[in-house]
C-alpha cells in the first residue's frame, strides 16, 4: 500500500521560512504525481495553496511556494505570519484516478 | 461560478449506510469528474472515490472497496456517494470536489462546503 509521508508537526517563527515536505514510501515524488497542497482550517472546506507541484491558487499569498526537493515535493512558507499557523496536507496523484493523501503537518508559529 | 453544493448532516446507526449528494452548477456537470474526500474525527483528509459523471464509471480507494458507491443523475447535475455498513470510525465530514485534469495540470478546483456524518448507536 502506498503511504504518503509528511512531518507530523513543525514550528517556525513569525517573519521566518519553513519547508514542509512530502514523500512516498515506495517512490521518488516528482512533477508527474501533481503534488498539491492544502490548508485546513476547523469548520471549511479544504483550503487549495499550490497545485500541480507550482502553481498557486488564486489569491493565495505569495509567501506560499511549491516544487520538488530532492526526492520529495514542498511547501515553503517565507515570511510565516502568526495566521499561518494551521494543518497542511499534500496530495499525490497515483494515476488511474487515485489519489493519496499523507498524514498531514501541524505548523505552530512562535 | 463553479458550485457543489452537498445535502445536510445525517445521523446514523451503526451497520447502517448514508448516502450523500453533491449538487453541481455554473458549469457542465458530465464535463469534470467529481471525488470525494473525507475527514475523520480527529484525523486527516482521506481520498475516497472518483465518478465521470459522463460515463458514469468509478474508482474506490481499496480501504473503501466494497462499502462506497458512487451514482449520478445527470438530469440535476447531482453526483451522490452511498457508505454501507457504516461503523463509528465513518464519523466524519464527507468533502465532494470537482477534478480539473487537462494540459498537464491535475488538482482538486472547487470544494463542496462538507457533510457531516456521525455514527453512533
Known amino acids: 500500500q502506498t503511504v504518503v509521508t509528511q512531518e507530523s508537526s513543525f514550528s517556525v517563527s513569525p517573519g521566518g521560512t519553513v519547508t514542509l515536505t512530502c514523500g512516498l514510501s515506495s517512490d521518488s515524488v516528482s512533477t508527474n504525481f501533481h503534488p498539491s497542497w492544502y490548508q485546513l482550517t476547523p469548520g471549511q472546506a479544504p483550503r487549495t495553496l499550490v497545485y500541480s507541484t507550482n502553481i498557486r491558487s488564486s489569491g493565495v499569498p505569495d509567501r506560499f511556494s511549491g516544487s520538488i526537493l530532492g526526492n520529495k515535493a514542498a511547501l515553503t512558507i517565507t515570511g510565516a505570519q502568526a495566521d499561518d499557523e494551521s494543518d497542511y496536507y499534500c496530495v499525490l496523484f497515483l494515476g488511474s484516478g487515485i489519489w493519496v493523501f499523507g498524514g498531514g503537518t501541524k505548523l505552530t508559529v512562535l | 461560478q463553479v458550485q457543489l453544493v452537498q445535502s445536510g448532516a445525517e445521523v446514523k446507526k451503526p451497520g447502517a449506510s448514508v448516502k450523500v449528494s453533491c449538487k453541481a452548477s455554473g458549469y457542465t456537470f458530465t464535463s469534470y469528474d467529481i471525488n470525494w474526500v473525507r475527514q475523520a474525527t480527529g484525523q486527516g483528509l482521506e481520498w475516497m472515490a472518483w465518478?465521470?459523471?459522463?460515463?458514469?464509471?468509478?474508482g474506490y480507494a481499496q480501504k473503501f472497496q466494497g462499502r462506497v458507491t458512487m451514482t449520478r443523475n445527470t438530469s440535476i447535475s447531482t453526483a451522490y456517494m452511498e457508505l454501507s455498513s457504516l461503523r463509528s470510525e465513518d464519523t466524519a465530514v464527507y468533502y465532494c470536489a470537482r477534478y480539473y485534469g487537462s494540459g498537464g495540470i491535475r488538482w482538486f478546483d472547487s470544494w463542496g462546503q462538507g457533510t457531516l456524518v456521525t455514527v453512533s448507536s
Open positions: 465518478m465521470t459523471p459522463n460515463s458514469g464509471n468509478t
